[in-house]
């Protein structure tokens, strides 16, 4: 069911909570920087201001040079598409509950993710102990025209079986999560080959870090080439295990079982889209991952999604 919400929210609110996003410094003539000689020039779209700065003589308002530049959409109107593709809520749904077009929504949508997708954290993970494993994941080529009639999409679901690539849509997501911390890192990959799959390990934990993963021939090198502890657990075959205790202490610390919860949570993300590109498969892959590592939105996310990159402060 769905209940639009735009009449609800406080304009005045969402545009200064906007403001402090995109000018966290204080709003600034974008041409000559200065913020002393800064008059109200109309107000015709308020609480969005246009500005007029005396020194220079340009007219601007708080989204001028920024990826809301050209907006005519409402501050509560942005908070709640903010808000919706954080939450991972349908585009059709986003647009029927605001009363915009579709298209022009996916493709705001897009270029907010892709913003988030930049921005993810990438440092290796800092745990003694982390799982590794991949995903397929069905995504092929969703709104893109096929205008040759030999050529059509496919209507149906893929009924491929196996280890999927990118090219035959069902690209794989090579996931790692820290045993301590909790923390993720996802990655859209081609293939879940060896070289591939090594160098994922390889930029997501540190040298020593033992590597629980399961037999798959793609995480050969782990133990060897890239300097980790790699201990493994047979998932296939009449004889597979899901647990292993190695050194006899009572405890099963050998399995994956924490990255196949995360799979289960991926998946759940991605079900309502009822199919994503796999053309941006990494973008909604991306979004998952920031709402399972910071659980909370944080002003440095909002600022991250709407272009903002990394301030000095949190670039440490």
Partial sequence: ???????????DAC?????????????????????????????????VLDYRCTACGRVFNAFTGTSL??????????????????????????????????KHLLELRRQIQDFALRWRDRNPLGDDVVEGDEMYQNAGEKGIEHPDPDDPPR???????GHGTFANDRPPVAGMVGRESGEIRLEVVNSANANELGEFVDVSCLSGTTVNTDQ????????GRHERVHVTVDHSGPRSTWAIDADGD??????????????????????????????CIDQYVA????????????????????????HTEFAS
């Fill in 155 to 161: 209507r149906r679901a893929n009924s491929r079986r």
């Fill in 287 to 310: 979004m998952f991952e920031w709402g399972h590592n910071i659980k909370e939105v944080s002003d440095e996310f909002l600022q991250f999604m709407l272009g903002m990159g990394p």
């Fill in 250 to 279: 009572g405890v099963r610390e050998v399995h994956c079982n924490t990255m196949e919860g995360t799979w289960t949570g991926l998946r759940n993300f991605l079900r309502p889209f009822r199919g994503v590109s796999k053309w």
């Fill in 216 to 223: 798959w021939s793609g995480y050969s090198w782990v133990g």
């Fill in 15 to 47: 545009y200064h909570k906007l403001v402090s996003l995109l000018h966290p410094d204080g709003l600034v003539c974008p041409d000559c920087k200065t913020d002393d000689h800064l008059h109200v020039h109309r107000r015709h779209r308020a609480p």
């Fill in 69 to 102: 530049a050209g907006t005519h959409r409402r501050p509560a109107e942005i908070m709640l598409i903010l808000r919706g593709i954080a939450q991972g809520v349908p585009t059709a749904q986003l647009a029927r509950e605001l009363g915009c077009d579709r």
């Fill in 1 to 11: 069911m769905d209940f639009p919400l735009t009449d609800l929210m406080d304009q």
